[in-house]
């Protein structure tokens, strides 16, 4: 999907039939940054740029912040991007606009691609990912769709993630709208890093605050955390669980019934994308400055029929850092 305007996710969004180049003219150095590995979506991405690369005879190192809280990290690892070593930047930014001033210095040199995560786009060459408003309307949406407004009111626990991440702000603006046209109540929203030790702490905090919820919604490590708690709570099929996007865990969730549903943004597919820009943007047969998958809402009755395929790595799948044209295998 393309928007009309790149780089603005309020504009329309329409198909497009994208070509992607049949291969490198020449084994381009990619500098990529992550905002962490600590779950199975970054996971995924990085499987589909590792398999991108690998098609179109690119060479890549991976550094990852360690966690959303790390800018100064991140900021650390982006100015080591500049160096000659490196012919392009794909970045998966912590944060909205704290990268700004040093993706400016970058990309006078270089081009700079977007990851994923939203970001400022002053100094963005291109920008590989779906609008984050729309990932969390669609989760709202499974909620809202199932108590519309007039109907018995239910309580819902919101973890939205990180304060200040790219892609926090506009999934919970999507989220909060959609649940507004309904009978749900947010009783309880907390905010975390994506890790998961840090998720099962906020799940069980709303818990014991807040004993009558309904939902539990939020990313993906919330909703992994929240099965095995409300099995131990013995709150399996009373309370429900959605999540805003997929990983392996709420892929599994969703096949046995453990959690209602989850958006999918088709993150291998995106992590595709990003290097197959990289590489026009640096060979000057960049077509499409901003695009990225239809977004697809995954439950019960339909994840037979849409797959893991574009959005999930193979199960066998380790993170590859450093990966060299030509080689079978990175490490």
């Known amino acids: 999907m393309v928007p009309a305007i790149p780089f603005d996710d309020e504009s ?3 198909p497009v039939d994208y070509r992607p180049l049949d291969r490198a003219s020449r084994d381009w150095h990619l500098c990529i940054l992550y905002p962490h590995l600590k779950d199975a979506y970054w996971l995924s991405v990085n499987y589909g740029m590792v398999e991108e690369a690998r098609r ?5 190192e991976v550094f990852e912040a360690g966690g959303y809280p790390n800018l100064s990290r991140q900021i650390d690892q982006l100015r080591a991007c500049g160096s000659d070593a490196f012919d392009a930047v794909i970045l998966g930014a912590v944060s909205y606009q704290g990268l700004t001033s040093t993706v400016l210095d970058i990309a006078a040199t270089k081009p700079v691609i977007a990851a994923v995560n939203d970001i400022d786009d002053r100094g963005i060459t291109a920008k590989a990912a779906v609008p984050w408003r729309e990932m969390g309307a669609a989760a709202g949406r499974v909620i809202a769709e199932r108590h519309p407004a007039g109907s018995p009111p239910v309580n819902v626990a919101w973890f939205p993630g990180p304060k ?14 959609e649940l507004a046209r309904s009978s749900a109540r947010l009783v309880a929203t907390k905010y975390g890093d994506t890790g998961l030790e840090e998720q099962v702490l906020l ?3 709303a818990l014991d605050e807040q004993p009558d919820i309904d939902y539990l919604a939020g990313s993906g490590p919330m909703a992994e955390a929240a099965v095995s708690i409300l099995r131990a709570r013995g709150l ?5 669980i959605v999540s805003t996007y997929i990983s392996h865990a709420v892929y599994r969730g969703i096949m046995r019934g453990r959690i209602l549903a989850a958006p999918t943004d088709f993150a291998a597919m995106q992590g595709r994308l990003s290097v ?3 590489a026009r943007a640096l060979e000057g047969s960049l077509v499409h400055s901003h695009a990225g998958p239809r977004i697809t809402t995954v439950t019960p009755d339909s994840i037979a029929t849409i797959g893991a395929e574009g959005s999930l790595a193979p199960a066998s799948f380790v993170p590859i850092f450093t990966l060299r044209a030509g ?5």
Request: charge should be negative; proline fraction near 3%; glycine fraction near 16%.
């Open 236 to 240: 399996t099929g009373r309370v429900q």
């Open 276 to 278: 197959e820009m990289a």
């Open 164 to 177: 200040g991440a790219g892609w926090v702000t506009f999934v919970e603006d999507g989220f909060r709208a």
């Open 203 to 205: 799940v069980e905090e």
């Open 56 to 60: 179109l005879g690119l060479s890549f």
């Open 327 to 331: 080689t079978d295998s990175g490490n």
């Open 12 to 14: 329309p969004l329409s």
